[in-house]
């Protein structure tokens, strides 16, 4: 039992369940792990290594009687993205503005998970607000990607938003991790750590106690090791949650059974708008990769298009900051979090609280999204963006009449090293071309990995279904996993 | 019909006429919040009566109260106004420390309540209709104290999320009496609806009021808004003070700036609190935290079927069966106690002369005393004694006043009173002549004066009434007053 954290999470459950080891012992494992590594990788902001044991140990006195429920992640040690909400835990969202806050109350989705006998290890680095796609706007400073390319050190972004729970997994410093997605932030970093994500359809994860971004585009899901693992953890952190107005009030379905059920005679469409100018051939290849491998299987490819895709990035730079501006206000220094009074009067408290408590991309985008909230530019740019989403929706909607499941690259390239993009955030946002798509039109995506590019470095595809369709998502992503015996690991440099 | 009086003012250079709208904050009387389940009560000491989302921490979401919703749709109803089937919440955006979410949310583009109408008594015995242009649901604030510390501000959050109802009215309103008969028609509504208590005192009803002045049938003027006026006389006087500011400017050449202002309780005046160019951007936009409100026709129809009888109906009610006059009917049936009250001394009993001693006996007492009805030192039942004592004649209904001014300060019925008094009528036609023959023996030059009188061909003398106030006086005004006529006739000779 040496390498207990480099189990799946479905392989540690079933070993849990069967006592080949303790809750405590994988929990401590993956603690070790954390002491070594996270020095290194910066993944965790915060470890919870009392409260985990603790956990632990509960879980094994559950998983020791003969009679009782089991959790569906009973003993499991997990991570949780800084932005969900952990009661007595500090929670950031990796802003200075939020201080030590910590909240008195829990989210659903990870309540969900304690729920059932799931371990925390820690919170996880991530951008600020989940605005980014490097973690570089994080208070912790970033987390480091465990892979490199070929022969050289230089630090690679895990990308972002979602860049510590992408860290973690990918090093095996949890067995899965939760993750949010807004705009690609848990397939961005997925393709570019060799991990699986899935963004599941707008509403089938509460967004309670997660701290809001972009209330119409948020939505939780998981990072895990395989696409098994990322079914086992959706069907947990999903469900239909009275307190979120939003949350979609159906059953959540069983979709570790559409793992393996094969993809023959799905019916597979290829987005040509997705083939971008300047996309690198690696990502090309692999995409050709992608659809010989479906193909293989028994699934009919199908040509189609989606025409107002490339309105999709300037829309939701127009929508995700109006959100935002909005729903950052409450940060002000009045009840929580860090306050800074400067001259004591009422607007130098908000001018000093917010303007040293947000980093520089968090602030862009408030102003970003306060501009076109303005009277006079109301309807040139937020009404116009809100059109542009229904025209979105409804060119998958006419793509989903022909076809079960759309394979699309989910980056236009590798991880990047850190400071590459970051003096253009213009470029920083083209990360986001390929997966900003389904969070505008509230349909589920997954990012499974497919490759390796040229140096080394781990290629993710992306699928996107219609919407309560993660069935299709699960069955094709699986497909892809399979086709692709993707068995790299990151060399262990940490 | 009384025509509708032509309110003027008389300015240097000839006549105005004021135009006026009315928007009405009233309190929706519910258990909770407009979106969290936190408690309304009205008195708790500060910051007690505050949820988790009424704070607006980190992550917590809106989920509207559907009670909140319910009582809207029956103010909408009972104001004759069309119920909006589908409507959304938006954000109104600005900071304030009394505001944690840094935004209201409102109903900006689609109320749930679209136009009504109501007709209103003003005092001058005239009706006229008060077009309501919308009524939608929104947040109410928290509570700014600047008094409690010369250096800092204090906040109650305890009615930050209290739900309100804004009702704004047409600018049909030609004058501050009408303004303020608007808004106790209004009130006489919502508290016959149970939709809001009315309580003016702890701001639960609340005017912001708009006054423009024109020369009459010009077209409107420019408005000026006046914030939150918080009784029937403060509504009267800010609007003649405003209107009469206006008017000086005006006849000194000047022009109108559309502002805010506040009205002065102490000092009767208004005060300019922002100007139009000072207004603030609210940055309006749907509110991504919530579906649209969508209304079941069914939900209409059910609470049609259950309204309560309002001040319209009650009032002809009044009229048709119990033969009242409009005027009484519609002091009556303004205010659910007076209504229950005249109901109460009406039952079985002269309705007609139960509503005068009702409007004016009682409700002269109690006004003149400034005691509320509620308080009242004569029940209903009492009084109805005492009707009873006039209707079978037993008393008059000048003794009747006497019995009255004595039940105030005791607690025997009426008939009590006049046993112990000895206030019974005198009925008996022989004592009354006897009582006759001796104030003619001891007044001879009198009987002469009115027989002289008689034979000029008076039909009646005046010295006639002369002799009835003294046959009266000396009954100690027990003696019927028609036996008392018709037997001094005879005796007369006329």
Partial sequence: MTNLTQLTLADA?????????????????????????????????????????????????QLG????????????????????????????????????????????VTQNLWDQGAVMLGKLNMDEFAMGSANETSRFGPPTNPWRREGANTKLTSGGSSGGSATAVAADLCLAATASDTGGSIRQPAAFTGTVGIKPTYGRASRYGMVAFASSLDQAGPLAKSVMDAAIMLEVMCSADEKDSTSLQMPVPNWTKSVGKGVKGMKIGVPKEY??????????????????????QGAEIVDVSLPHTKYALPAYYIVAPAEASSNLARYDGMRYGARQTGSGSLTDTYEQTRGQGFGAEVQRRLLIGTYVLSAGYYDAYYLRAQKVRTKILQDFESAFG???????????????????????????????????????????????PAGLDENGLPLGLQVISKALDEDACFKVGAALEEAAGFTARPERWW | MVERTEYRIEGATGDWEVVMGLEVHAQVSTAAKLFSGAPTAFGADPN?????????????????????????????????????????????????????????????????????????????????????????????????????????????????????????????????????????????????????????????LRADVNVSVRRP????GTRCEIKNVNSFRFIQQAAEYEARRQIEILEGGGKIDQETRLFNATTGETRSMRSKEDAHDYRYFPDPDLLPLEIDAALIDRIRADMPELPDEKRQRFIDSYGLTPYDAGVLASDADKAAY??????????????????QELLGYLNKQDIALADSPISAERLGGLIALIADETISGKIAKQVFAKMIDSDDTAAQIVEREGLKQVTDTG????????????????????????????????????????????????????????????????
């Fill in chain 1, 13 to 61: 459950l079933d070993g849990l369940r069967k006592r080949q080891f303790s809750s405590r012992e994988i929990t401590q494992a993956h603690l070790d792990e954390i002491e070594k590594a996270n020095p290194n990788l910066n993944a965790y902001v915060a470890v919870t290594a009392e409260k985990a044991l603790a956990m632990a140990d509960a879980a094994d006195a």
């Fill in chain 1, 65 to 108: 009687k003969t009679k009782g429920k089991v959790g569906k992640l009973e003993g499991a040690p997990l991570g949780v993205k800084d932005l969900f909400c952990t009661e007595g835990v500090r929670t950031t969202a990796c802003s200075n503005i939020l201080g030590e806050f910590t909240p008195p109350y829990e989210s659903t």
């Fill in chain 1, 275 to 296: 083939r971008m100018d300047g996309m690198p051939d690696s990502i090309e290849k692999l995409w050709q990769k992608g659809i010989d491998w479906l193909k293989a």
């Fill in chain 1, 402 to 448: 022909a076809v079960d499941a759309l394979l699309t690259p989910a980056t236009p390239s590798a991880a990047f090293a850190y400071g590459e993009k970051s003096d253009d955030p213009v470029a920083m946002y083209l990360n986001d071309v390929f997966t900003v798509t389904a969070n505008l039109a509230g349909l589920p995506g997954m990012s499974v």
């Fill in chain 2, 48 to 204: 007690t009566n505050v949820s988790l989302v009424d704070a607006a921490m980190p992550g917590m979401l809106p989920v509207i109260n559907r009670s909140c919703v319910e009582q809207a749709v029956k103010t909408g109803i009972g104001l004759n106004a069309e119920i909006n089937l589908w409507s959304r919440f938006d954000r109104k955006n600005y900071f304030y420390p009394d505001l944690p979410q840094g935004y209201q949310i409102s109903q900006y583009q689609f109320p749930v309540v679209g136009e009504g109408q109501i007709s209103v008594e003003a005092e001058e015995g005239y009706t006229f209709v008060v077009g309501i242009e919308r009524l939608h649901l929104e947040q109410d604030a928290g509570k700014s104290i600047h008094d409690l510390d010369p250096n800092a501000t204090y906040v109650d959050l305890n009615r930050s999320g209290v739900a309100l109802m804004e009702i704004v009215s047409r600018p049909d309103i030609r004058s501050p009496a009408e303004a303020a008969a608007y808004v106790k028609k209004l009130r006489s509504i919502l508290i016959a609806l149970g939709t809001c208590d009315g309580d003016m005192e702890k701001g639960n």
């Fill in chain 2, 217 to 220: 049938g010009d077209e409107l």
């Fill in chain 2, 342 to 359: 005249f109901e109460a001394v009406a039952e079985g009993r002269d309705a007609k002369l139960a509503a005068n001693w009702v409007t």
């Fill in chain 2, 431 to 494: 004592a009354i002549a006897g009582i006759i023959d001796k104030v003619l023996a001891e007044n001879p030059d009198q009987v002469a004066q009115v027989q002289a009188q008689r034979a000029e061909g008076h039909a009646k003398p005046k010295a006639l009434g002369w002799f009835v106030g003294q046959i009266m006086r000396a009954s100690g005004g027990k003696a019927n007053p028609q036996a008392v006529n018709e037997i001094l006739a005879e005796k007369l000779g006329l």
